[in-house]
């Protein structure tokens, strides 16, 4: 499908896994970044025929997620702007609606993950900023990131927690997760990319903040290029999709001007450590493990950034030839 091997095996394993509303999205965000626009089409339509009444794409068997299927929304509205019927669009305005109005929430704003529980995750960096960013709302992404900064991120260590509770006013999972703070950089990265067009300072202070995470997260780096599931444990298992998240945001910014050319270097490094582990059927394997990401295993979102990072990792070259 895209010419080279390693690719094709992991996009065909990609394919063939059973996936959550979340893995949909970034199943399609890596289609639409490797040019394969048919396919992402067919990945937008399975989305839309499984959107929820309320509006959340992609939903599978009623999940509890809230605001995971807005992952989709890019590759739906990919499909609207090509395709031509008007049930995209229209799945589009759902998920937005759904999104900016009634969709659970803290006081200020800040978009709870799940339904049935006032938490604060990481993950939703990613799920809902990009796609906020890409239709024009990047007043709301920045009202997301501010407010899961205020409650996750430690300035002291530069890393952000995993869950927050609300209720309690403190963090429900306060381990420094490293797949967490993957989806953080990556989330932004992907929203500096899609919306470039952003209030003036604001690109260049989102830009500044991923890029102390970047730097948080590496200096917990093992010598094989991996890095703990839990980032300052050493005891967790050595994780594969940390480095491709962190892989991916770095290629991204140098790509895309807002890190040095310096940064290709270690991005290309973060993807072949990640890439060691692929095995004959194309399965990133020793990644934070579907279904419950507790331990060792294989998981969609792992597929999918192998391929987001191994199409940023031409961007980012392509730009650094051209600027050399």
Same mark, same amino acid.
């Given at each position: 499908m895209?010419?080279d091997?390693?690719?094709?095996?992991?996009?065909?394993?990609?394919l063939a896994?059973?996936?959550?509303?979340?893995?949909q999205g970034?199943?399609?965000h890596?289609?639409?970044d490797?040019?394969?626009g048919?396919?992402?089409v067919?990945?937008?339509?399975a989305?839309?025929?499984?959107?929820?009444?309320?509006?959340?794409?992609?939903?599978?068997?009623?999940?509890a997620?809230?605001? *995971?299927?807005?992952?989709?929304g890019?590759?739906?509205r990919?499909?609207?702007?090509?395709?031509?019927?008007?049930?995209?669009?229209?799945?589009?305005?759902a998920q937005?609606?759904?999104?900016?109005t009634?969709?659970?929430?803290?006081?200020?704003?800040?978009?709870f993950?799940?339904?049935d529980?006032r938490? /604060?995750?990481a993950?939703? /960096?990613?799920?809902?900023?990009?796609l906020?960013?890409?239709v024009?709302?990047?007043d709301?992404?920045? /009202?997301?990131?501010?407010?899961?900064?205020?409650?996750?991120f430690?300035?002291?260590?530069?890393?952000?927690a995993?869950?927050?509770d609300?209720?309690r006013?403190e963090?429900?999972?306060?381990?420094?997760?490293?797949?967490? *703070?993957?989806w953080?950089?990556?989330?932004?990265?992907?929203?500096?990319?899609l919306?470039?067009?952003?209030?003036?300072?604001?690109?260049?202070?989102?830009?500044?903040?991923?890029?102390?995470?970047?730097?948080?997260?590496?200096?917990?780096?093992?010598?094989?290029?991996l890095?703990?599931?839990?980032?300052?444990?050493?005891?967790?298992?050595?994780?594969? *999709?940390?480095?491709?998240l962190?892989?991916?945001?770095?290629l991204?910014?140098?790509?895309d001007g807002?890190?040095?050319?310096?940064?290709?270097?270690?991005?290309?490094?973060?993807?072949?450590?990640?890439g060691?582990? /692929?095995?004959?059927r194309g399965?990133?394997t020793?990644?934070?493990?579907?279904?419950?990401?507790t331990r060792?295993?294989t998981?969609?979102e792992?597929?999918?950034?192998?391929?987001?990072?191994?199409?940023?990792?031409?961007?980012?070259?392509a730009?650094?030839?051209r600027a050399?």
């Amino acid at each position: 499908m895209t010419g080279d091997d390693t690719t094709d095996r992991v996009l065909a394993a990609l394919l063939a896994m059973q996936r959550q509303s979340w893995e949909q999205g970034v199943t399609g965000h890596a289609l639409l970044d490797l040019g394969l626009g048919e396919l992402a089409v067919l990945v937008a339509d399975a989305a839309v025929t499984r959107q929820h009444p309320d509006g959340r794409l992609g939903d599978v068997s009623g999940e509890a997620g809230a605001v *995971n299927g807005a992952a989709c929304g890019e590759v739906v509205r990919y499909a609207a702007t090509t395709d031509g019927d008007p049930r995209f669009a229209a799945a589009l305005d759902a998920q937005l609606d759904w999104l900016v109005t009634r969709a659970p929430r803290a006081a200020d704003g800040t978009l709870f993950h799940l339904l049935d529980g006032r938490q /604060v995750w990481a993950d939703t /960096v990613y799920m809902v900023v990009p796609l906020l960013a890409l239709v024009g709302r990047t007043d709301l992404a920045a /009202v997301q990131v501010d407010g899961h900064r205020r409650r996750l991120f430690d300035s002291r260590t530069g890393l952000y927690a995993a869950r927050w509770d609300e209720d309690r006013g403190e963090p429900d999972q306060p381990q420094p997760w490293g797949t967490g *703070n993957g989806w953080v950089v990556a989330g932004i990265a992907r929203a500096l990319r899609l919306a470039p067009d952003w209030p003036a300072g604001l690109r260049a202070e989102l830009a500044g903040h991923a890029r102390t995470v970047l730097d948080a997260c590496l200096a917990y780096r093992a010598d094989d290029g991996l890095f703990p599931d839990v980032l300052d444990d050493p005891r967790s298992f050595r994780e594969a *999709n940390t480095a491709q998240l962190l892989g991916y945001a770095a290629l991204t910014g140098v790509a895309d001007g807002w890190l040095p050319a310096s940064w290709l270097g270690t991005g290309a490094e973060l993807l072949a450590a990640a890439g060691r582990r /692929v095995d004959r059927r194309g399965r990133v394997t020793g990644v934070s493990g579907a279904p419950d990401f507790t331990r060792p295993g294989t998981s969609p979102e792992a597929q999918a950034f192998h391929l987001l990072g191994h199409a940023a990792l031409r961007r980012a070259r392509a730009a650094v030839s051209r600027a050399g």
